[in-house]
């Protein structure tokens, strides 16, 4: 099975050239000036896919997901079917998803849950990073042993009080386990401790509104818990990496551990680099559909998010897609903001968002390849398979179109939840074509891709540990 890309611009994280992509089977075999030699004779029985005036860009890496995650006494909406579709239809080609250990449950078991639910389902290749809920000395164990099996990533909370949430101890016990085996300590960063004592206090003024779950959740319990995740980290020695950072305080404390050469990263998403706290505050109950945490913030800190993907102290956007319906679902919060469910739909659009990044001058196009493809496969162990348009890597390739223009809305978008929390917005930018592992899943806008064709990826270790 050959496939020639031809005539396109091909875009890696180290550059952007006009080039010809030789696909056989599986593989990219060559990357060559565009009409080379080489290339008339491949293209006998190949299929041509013609990319002149568009951008050919290696298959994105969102390593934040959250399909079918059970929350706050419902599931998040998409499946790892309607899930891994709606990603691909966005450029997306690989999605590393979060099992979860529940309390009281051996991990493997929490794993294998997971593993069933994608197995069979997904669109596109999937691998798993493991959520701890209870650190013991039998789940330290369980983590070298899980590390061994392609799942080289712990993610821990210091938010959610009763549910996910660890203490300090555990958190440095679990971070010292990671110490040895090199796995990356992932964190949710937030006081939830404190946060539940301004929640309850909120509600008992009669403070149920949606944009209540934003003033309960202020900046400073986010930068002080990254802070603190920070000093953990470098006591132990383990790698941490900041999921979801949304403020100019907790940016600063990545910045300052970087700085001094710990192994500190971070990733932030396109919810906070688009949309603010004025959102949360809309009419009535509609801010419900920007509930997540860490919650949207005022817009000021947008700006400092943007720098800090360009100096690489955020070296990852993720889109911590987390969808739940408005109705049933959020609307299980009506009158208590505490009870919406808390997450943002958004595995469709964060390539589509970034490259706006491009078009206003906050990254240049390498730099947009980088943060949503190239630092994510190298941070999570899947490079140079997965994050770059290279002989050997995979072929996950996606055609794109600079200058179309969209209109996002729930109406068309293809993630299973009935709203969009970008509803109306307009873009320059669109993925025509997308190929996973040298098989056309989306062809010129239309989806051609099979459940199942996703196969399980097991990872390597971080490759930026220093
Ligand atoms: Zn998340």
Same mark, same amino acid.
């Given at each position: ?7 396109g611009t ?6 952007a ?7 056989e ?21 190949a ?20 399909m ?11 499946t ?23 309390k ?11 593993l069933a639910?994608a ?13 701890v ?6 789940t330290?164990?369980?983590? $070298?042993? *899980?590390?061994? !099996? @392609?799942?080289?990533?712990? #993610?821990l909370f210091?938010?959610? %009080? ?32 404190a946060i ?7 509600l ?25 995740a920070?000093?953990?980290a ?12 949304s ?17 500190a990263?971070?990733?932030t ?8 706290? $004025?959102? *949360?505050?809309? !009419? @009535?109950f509609?801010?419900a #559909?920007?509930v997540?945490?860490? %919650?949207l ?30 109705k ?14 808390n ?14 990044g491009?078009l ?13 493809s ?17 002989p050997g ?7 794109y179109?600079?200058a ?31 190929l996973?592992?040298g ?27 220093i």
């Open positions: 099975m050959r496939t020639l890309v031809r005539g091909v875009v890696n994280a180290t550059g050239r006009a080039a010809d992509v030789l696909v089977d599986e593989r990219v075999i060559a990357v060559v000036a565009p009409g080379a030699a080489l290339v008339g004779n491949f293209a006998d029985g299929t041509v896919i013609d990319a002149s005036g568009r951008l050919v860009l290696p298959g994105a890496v969102d390593v934040h997901t959250h079918e995650l059970p929350f706050g006494g419902t599931h998040a909406s998409d790892f079917e309607t899930g891994t579709k709606a990603a691909a239809w966005g450029g997306t080609t690989t999605i590393v998803d979060f099992a979860v250990q529940r009281g449950e051996p991990m493997r078991a929490g794993l294998d849950a997971w639910k197995e069979g389902n997904c669109a596109i290749d999937y691998g798993f990073h493991m959520i809920s209870d650190v013991n000395e039998q330290c164990k369980e983590m $070298d042993a *899980l590390v061994g !099996e @392609g799942i080289t990533s712990f #993610k210091m938010a959610y %009080p009763g549910v996910f949430y660890s203490t300090d101890g555990e958190i440095l016990r679990a971070m010292q386990q990671a110490r040895g085996s090199g796995a990356t300590i992932m964190m949710h960063a937030e006081n939830g401790i539940d004592v301004l929640v309850a206090e909120a008992a003024r009669g403070e149920t509104a949606p944009r209540f779950h934003g003033t309960t959740r202020p900046n400073l319990l986010e930068a002080e818990a990254t802070a603190r920070v000093a953990l470098k006591l132990t020695g383990a790698p941490l990496y900041i999921v979801h950072l403020t100019t305080g907790a940016l600063e404390a990545v910045r300052e551990a970087r700085s001094q050469g710990q192994n990263f971070a990733e998403c396109p919810q906070y680099l688009f949309l603010s706290s $004025d959102d *949360l505050a809309r !009419e @009535g509609e801010g #559909k920007y997540c945490s860490p %919650p913030r005022p817009r000021e800190h947008q700006a400092n998010l943007w720098r800090g993907l360009r100096t690489d102290d955020l070296s990852v956007v993720s889109t911590d897609h987390c969808p739940f319906c408005f049933e679902q959020k609307e299980l919060g009506r009158g208590d903001f505490s009870k919406i469910p997450g943002l739909p958004g595995v469709e659009h964060r390539v589509d968002l970034t490259y706006q491009v206003a001058g906050e990254l240049t196009l390498p730099r947009w390849v980088e943060v949503n190239a630092t994510p496969a190298r941070m999570f162990g899947l490079y140079p398979k997965k994050g770059v348009i290279a890597s995979d072929a996950d390739i996606v055609i179109d600079p179309a223009k969209q209109v996002i809305s729930a109406t068309t978008h293809h993630m299973n939840v009935d709203y969009s929390a970008y509803e109306g917005k307009e873009l320059t930018g669109r993925v025509r074509s997308v996973s592992r098989r056309l899943v989306i062809d010129d806008g239309r989806y051609v891709g099979q459940k199942g064709q996703g196969q399980f990826l097991a990872r390597g270790q971080n490759q930026y540990l």
